[in-house]
């Protein structure tokens, strides 16, 4: 059975950083693309930043470009977003995703692109 278990989140003040991680299990995700997605109360889940299975492409939403990093370890089935400089508008439920597609192209920022998905790790950002 594959599972994305996110983990990292927490309460912080506007200004701190966090670093969420994605660990997978039941199957190797070493040349399947991930994502980072995010869900506001009340809002539609969003798209983060993505990385495809080589760590050498990534998109960001334009909110979070220059203050979030997605990466990964390949060598233990894990996917990372570093995530500085927090506002409060980045509150939300953090969601990990995982393609069964090794590349990304600016269409992996729609969920459908995504078969996996974590559980979520919540993120709040007090200001």
């Known amino acids: 059975q594959v599972q994305l278990v996110e983990s990292g989140g927490g309460l912080v003040q506007a200004g701190a950083s966090l670093r969420l991680s994605c660990e997978a299990s039941?199957?190797?995700?070493?040349?399947?693309?991930m994502g980072w997605f995010r869900q506001a109360p009340g809002k539609e889940r969003e798209f983060v930043a993505t990385i495809d299975w080589s760590g050498a492409t990534t998109y960001y939403t334009d909110s979070v470009k220059g203050r979030f990093t997605i990466s990964r370890d390949n060598a233990k089935n894990t996917v990372f977003l570093q995530m500085n400089s927090l506002k409060p508008e980045d509150t939300a439920i953090y969601y990990c995703?995982?393609?069964?597609?090794?590349?990304?192209?600016?269409?992996?920022?729609?969920?459908?692109?995504?078969?996996?998905w974590g559980q979520g790790t919540q993120v709040t950002v007090s200001s």
């Open positions: 995703a995982g393609s069964t597609n090794g590349y990304i192209s600016l269409y992996y920022r729609r969920t459908r692109e995504y078969e996996y």
């Open positions: 039941g199957r190797t995700f070493s040349r399947n693309a």
